[in-house]
């Protein structure tokens, strides 16, 4: 997915964003479109709740959406250009029509504290040296560290009742999602750590439907 330039959505509106994500392709897509949305989650595609929302009021600022077929990834082209547009469907790319509707350029309100990333801009873990993590409970964050030098940042929320076990630990057990419906709700991107396995690092819990769990989210940190 490619956003060209920086819009603002509104705080609230009655039109809502999804987001989805193609976790073969590592490409997220967003649409207005309920049925796309339910399309795609057929397909494979993950759903991962309302990304923000369209002005259902002002309609100055829209963002059209492009489509390039000969991609394996990043297929999605988002702008508020219709120059850009007009190029991009010149040079072969489908025009997929309106996106969404902002409200006017530039920085929107903040996204709630877990969905921003938190440390900075993401390491290439694949060639940092001597890669390790230290999660701190008091702190409740996770520092991801290359050798002595913490490289990234990630805020936490460790086990309840001082469930959350002391010592090193290597990579275990790992997956895309998982859902535990004793406890009713499940998590994406989780990783296990040995000797047991029985211990995860995860993203925020999701419900039945694959769902972020807002409430849960809010908790972190």
């Known amino acids: ?64 959406r ?15 250009n219709s120059n850009e547009k007009d190029m991009l469907v010149r040079a072969g790319w489908h025009d997929e029509g309106l996106a969404w509707y902002g409200v006017g350029p530039g920085e929107g309100a903040p996204a709630p504290q877990y969905q921003r990333p938190s440390g900075g801009v993401y390491p290439n873990l694949s060639v940092t040296p001597n890669l390790s993590i230290n999660v701190s409970i008091a702190d409740q964050r996770v520092y991801v560290k290359s050798g002595s030098n913490v ?10 009742n001082n469930a959350t076990p002391r010592g090193t630990f290597r990579i275990g057990n790992r997956g895309s999602s998982f859902y535990n419906a004793r406890e009713g709700m499940g998590a994406n991107y989780w990783v296990a750590f040995e000797p047991t396995n029985t211990y995860l690092f995860h993203s925020v819990p999701t419900n039945s439907s694959g769902q972020y769990i807002v409430s849960e989210g809010y908790k972190l940190g």
Not at 151 to 160: D, N
């Open 1 to 64: 997915m490619h956003c060209s330039q920086s819009r603002r959505a509104p705080v609230q509106s009655s039109v809502p964003v999804y987001r989805l994500y193609n976790s073969n392709a590592g490409d997220h897509h967003y649409t207005l479109n309920s049925y796309e949305r339910d399309m795609l989650v057929s397909k494979g595609w993950r759903y991962e709740g309302i990304g923000w929302y369209s002005s259902d009021t002002n309609r100055s600022y829209p963002l059209y």
């Open 151 to 160: 490289i990234y940042t990630l805020i936490a929320s460790t086990g309840v």
């Open 66 to 80: 492009q489509y390039n077929p000969n991609a394996k990834a990043g297929a999605h082209n988002y702008t508020l």
